[in-house]
Structures are given as structure tokens and as C-alpha cells.
T-cell receptor, first 115, second 109 residues
Framework: GAVVSQHPSRVICKSGTSVKIECRSLDFQATTMFWYRQFPKKSLMLMAT?????????EQGVEKDKFLINHASLTLSTLTVTSAHPEDSSFYICSAQTLQGTEAFFGQGTRLTVV | GQNIDQPTEMTATEGAIVQINCTYQ??????LFWYQQHAGEAPTFLSY??LDGLEEKGRFSSFLSRSKGYSYLLLKELQMKDSASYLCAVVDSNYQLIWGAGTKLIIKP
């Protein structure tokens, strides 16, 4: 099956610093990638939809200046959490959708801890 | 509004069969996914249905009725490792994934 690689899997950072998370589709092209956030024992919450070569579409309540998304190529999207605070600590997951839109594959997830 | 409903939690016995239901009301329909998620891990793709009927993949089967806005995931010959959350997600008219809250499946020996 298709593989989506998300890096890093775990990161601990200090409050006020920025963290970049990468999401790569390794063996297929993805014009659309999704970024999710998951709190413990909760369902996935869509943060934004990232389209290659254009600005990301953010869900209501998600600060676009805090969660910077860049989708520079058909195989790479990045999420940068700027000026991180402890409340940003969470599990962040990306998924990449095939060009046909028939399947979406998830990265391994990134557990972010802000101290 | 858009809504996906699935039971919060289910319990079943090892070796048995369990059916997890999902009902949806969305703006348009372009397919339905089932994912399995173990605690602390990203979801794993199980199935995709876009046409009515039953799709079988080994111990797992998924059924869709578009007219009823209904799907189920059927797990046979349950194993302890099947203990996980099962997420139903619908692709709407804008090709966005609308997620259910997930069903936590507990398998008992």
C-alpha cells in the first residue's frame, strides 16, 4: 500500500520556540494533504487542508499564523507550530490523498510536547 | 450540518463476530472509509466503499447503503489485537473527510 512518512515522530520543545513537522508521500503524488490534531481519547480534528501550490484552507478556530502550512510539492507538506505553548501539546497527524481521491493514507503521527 | 454517528464503545468476545454501525448525514457523498486506530498511533486504512453493497477483505467486511446513509464494519474471528478504536469517515461533496468520533472496541478472552 501507499506510504506516507511523517517526521519527527516525537518532539519536545521549549515554550516560545517553533517546531516543523514534515509529511511526505513516498510512492504516490498527493495534490491534497490534510493536517489533523488529536487530543487524548478524542477523535481526529481537521486543522487544515493543504493543496499543492496554493494557500492552505484552515478550519474555523485554527489560527493560520500559528500553524503555518506549506505544500511546496506533490509529495511534501509541512506544518510549523510557531511560538509553541504547552496547550499546543498534542498528537498531530497528516494524511495524503491520492489524485483520484479514493484513498487517504496517514503518516505515523507526531507527538508534540511543549514544556 | 454534517453528522457522523457511531457507538462510543462496544465489547465482544475473542473468536466472535462484531458489527460496528455508522450512520451519516453529509453534504454530498464521495465515499466512506473505515480506519482502525490503536492508542497512541495514527489510524490505519481498512476499507473504502463508494458503491452499495458488501466489500470483504479477509476477516473484515464493510457494507454501504447510500440511500439509508448507513455503513457497517464487520469483524469476524475476533482476536485480542483487534482491540482498538474504529473510525468511520465520509468524503463529502468537497472531497473533505468528515470524521465520526470513533468506536472503542474491547475484546475479552
Amino acid at each position: 500500500g501507499a506510504v506516507v512518512s511523517q517526521h519527527p515522530s516525537r518532539v519536545i520543545c521549549k515554550s516560545g520556540t517553533s517546531v516543523k513537522i514534515e509529511c511526505r508521500s513516498l510512492d504516490f503524488q498527493a495534490t491534497t494533504m490534510f493536517w489533523y490534531r488529536q487530543f487524548p481519547k478524542k477523535s481526529l480534528m481537521l486543522m487544515a487542508t493543504s493543496n499543492e501550490g496554493s494557500k492552505a484552507t484552515y478550519e474555523q478556530g485554527v489560527e493560520k499564523d500559528k500553524f503555518l502550512i506549506n505544500h511546496a510539492s506533490l509529495t511534501l507538506s509541512t506544518l510549523t507550530v510557531t511560538s509553541a505553548h504547552p496547550e499546543d501539546s498534542s498528537f498531530y497527524i497528516c494524511s495524503a490523498q491520492t489524485l483520484q481521491g479514493t484513498e487517504a493514507f496517514f503518516g505515523q503521527g507526531t507527538r508534540l510536547t511543549v514544556v | 450540518g454534517q453528522n457522523i454517528d457511531q457507538p462510543t464503545e462496544m465489547t465482544a468476545t475473542e473468536g466472535a463476530i462484531v458489527q460496528i454501525n455508522c450512520t451519516y448525514q453529509t453534504s454530498g457523498f464521495n465515499g466512506l472509509f473505515w480506519y482502525q486506530q490503536h492508542a497512541g498511533e495514527a489510524p490505519t486504512f481498512l476499507s473504502y466503499n463508494v458503491l452499495d453493497g458488501l466489500e470483504e477483505k479477509g476477516r473484515f467486511s464493510s457494507f454501504l447503503s447510500r440511500s439509508k446513509g448507513y455503513s457497517y464494519l464487520l469483524l469476524k474471528e475476533l482476536q485480542m489485537k483487534d482491540s482498538a478504536s474504529y473510525l468511520c469517515a465520509v468524503v463529502d461533496s468537497n472531497y473533505q473527510l468528515i470524521w465520526g468520533a470513533g468506536t472503542k472496541l474491547i475484546i475479552k478472552p
